[in-house]
Nanobody
């Protein structure tokens, strides 16, 4: 079993920056790609960014050039650095991890609100 816990989030003004992180514990050796999804009220959950164990990254078009995802050397923690935040970035951000043997693991989510 893998447990994911998000940290960070909160309220920030448009144009501001915020960093959220996700710590993994448990059977960490059994996970591969990690990343973030987000879900705004009334919207479907969408992929924001993900990073493989090799460090390859994928970003949603809407966040390219503004968000950066990092992963620590132990491959147990990821960080999403968010810059030039927009009102439309407001959502609950969920950390996820893909299992090497299949399946997915999810964190509880952290609220990011961009508002003046």
């Amino acid at each position: 079993q893998v447990h994911l816990v998000e940290h960070g989030g909160g309220l920030v003004q448009p144009g501001g920056s915020l960093r959220i992180s996700c710590d993994g514990s448990g059977q960490i050796k059994d996970i591969s790609t990690m990343g973030w999804y987000r879900q705004a009220p009334g919207e479907q959950r969408e992929l924001v960014a993900e990073i493989t164990t090799e460090g390859d990254t994928t970003y949603a078009d809407s966040v390219k050039g503004r968000f950066t995802i990092f992963r620590d050397n132990a491959k147990t923690m990821i960080v999403l650095e968010m810059n030039s935040l927009k009102v439309e970035d407001t959502a609950v951000y969920y950390c996820f991890a893909d299992g090497l043997k299949g399946g997915e693991y999810w964190g509880q989510g952290t609220q990011v609100t961009v508002s003046s």
